[in-house]
């Protein structure tokens, strides 16, 4: 996906960072906003993950810090939940402004009791997700109990949240206190949908069940089995934006087809976008159509999808297979089926009888093709030679010139 950077003032004149996702080589369907959870920031990994999957359906995302966290201007100790909720229609008022209106909110555990309560004060918002979401955002306060006591007497105390120290003062438990969701969530009046796995020691389910049970219909629920609550297994987290772009498509206003900017014509060529975020795993685009690209285990991927040089025999063997089918239609030849098989490895130059080089080592690819047909033997013999002449076959045994830039990052 492309990223900018964006500033956001927020109630309190007060700078806060964020980032827009933009979907790569097409123009947005629809425009999101994420909350992050407690303490955390719009680089947290899930936030990524999640909204990496919105914009392979073309959605554009919002991720923001709230203030005081992150990037964001502005004291974390002098915030609250109500803060966190004027942050957000901040944030969509900007969009409105200067993108898009919001048409689907997005909030993670603490963020996601923030996106109930901004509902319905950002009237463009058409459906809305939670993952791992408070049923109240007093829950918090049970987390904050060792320390309770402390901040009652002082004011604030110091303490530690996933291995940060933050100060937390009297104000902030009072306003979590302050807040009673059932009659907002009654009264959502969007589609809903909650995300929550029943293996979530921070937040439990029962959680997701009494909003569930709160909320009126449009409303949907889906477990995430096994994730844990900041969801840090990459697979989860996938699997969270994925359904979870899947059903907010079905909720937007998008009043034409969504716009595509790749050139597949002869004269222009073919148009491919690939982006790698951390690790291995790589998203590729080829025109409206999307696939994976990732490293074995043992060379310290995640084995989600073949890795480069099977995607370059993939090719050598679609190529070949879809020149035969088209050549034995034109003639009209009995040919059934094709299977075509390939290997790569490298080989010393001098073991090599065919290779104009000498020394070092050359790239070797085996083709081995099965057709399928009573097919006589000179026209299994001239669909060999066809084989040979596939476009790809040919580009790969051609002189190839690649010419590589680096582009602004600020730019769509």
């Not at 407690?38 to 990524?48: G, L």
């Not at 992150?70 to 900007?94: I, M």
């Not at 309560?117 to 993952?131: K, M, W």
């Not at 989600?304 to 035969?324: E, K, N, W």
Request: charged share 25%; with cysteine; net charge negative.
């Amino acid at each position: 996906m492309n990223t900018q950077k964006l500033e956001i003032d927020n109630a309190d004149g007060l700078k806060l960072a964020a980032q827009l996702d933009l979907p790569e080589d097409r123009k947005p369907v629809a425009y999101a906003l994420f909350a992050h959870c407690f303490t955390c920031t719009k680089d947290f990994k899930a936030a990524y993950y999640i909204s990496r999957a919105l914009t392979r359906q073309g959605i554009a995302v919002v991720r923001l810090d709230f203030t005081g966290l992150g990037e964001s201007e502005g004291d974390f100790s002098d915030t609250n939940f109500s803060s966190n909720v004027d942050d957000l229609v901040a944030a969509a008022s900007y969009m409105s402004s200067q993108l898009a209106a919001p048409q689907l909110l997005v909030g993670h555990s603490l963020g996601g009791a923030a996106v109930l309560l901004a509902t319905p004060l950002i009237t463009s918002i058409r459906a809305v997700a939670t993952v791992a979401a408070p049923a109240d955002p007093g829950h918090l306060g049970h987390l904050l109990a060792s320390s309770r006591a402390e901040i009652e007497q002082n004011g604030k105390a110091e303490v530690i949240v996933a291995g940060r120290k933050f100060s937390i003062k009297k104000q902030f438990l009072d306003d979590l206190d302050g807040h009673h969701m059932d009659a907002t969530i009654q009264e959502l009046d969007r589609p809903l949908l909650l995300l929550h796995s029943p293996a979530d020691t921070i937040v439990d389910i029962e959680n997701a069940s009494h909003i569930f049970t709160t909320a009126r219909q449009p409303k949907s629920f889906i477990s995430l089995n096994k994730a844990d609550h900041l969801l840090t297994n990459r697979n989860d987290a996938d699997y969270a934006g994925s359904v979870l772009a899947a059903w907010a498509m079905n909720h937007f206003a998008i009043s034409e087809k969504p716009e595509t900017h790749d050139k597949t014509d002869t004269e222009s060529g073919k148009q491919v976008s690939v982006s790698t975020g951390q690790g291995y795993r790589t998203e590729i685009q080829a025109g409206k159509h999307r696939l994976v690209a990732d490293e074995p285990l043992s060379a310290g991927g995640t084995d989600t999808g073949p890795d480069p040089y099977a995607l370059l025999l993939s090719g050598l063997g679609a190529c070949t297979s879809i020149t035969l089918r088209m050549y034995a239609d034109h003639k009209q030849w009995p040919l059934e089926n094709i299977a075509v098989r390939l290997h790569h490895r490298k080989i010393h130059a001098k073991d090599c009888a065919a290779c104009e080089a000498t020394t070092g080592k050359i790239d070797l690819i085996g083709r081995e093709i099965e057709l399928s047909g009573p097919l006589d033997s000179t026209q299994r013999e001239r669909l060999l030679e066809i084989a040979n002449k596939c476009p790809v076959h040919r580009t790969l045994k051609s002189e190839t010139l690649v010419e590589t830039r680096l582009q602004d990052k600020e730019k769509p």
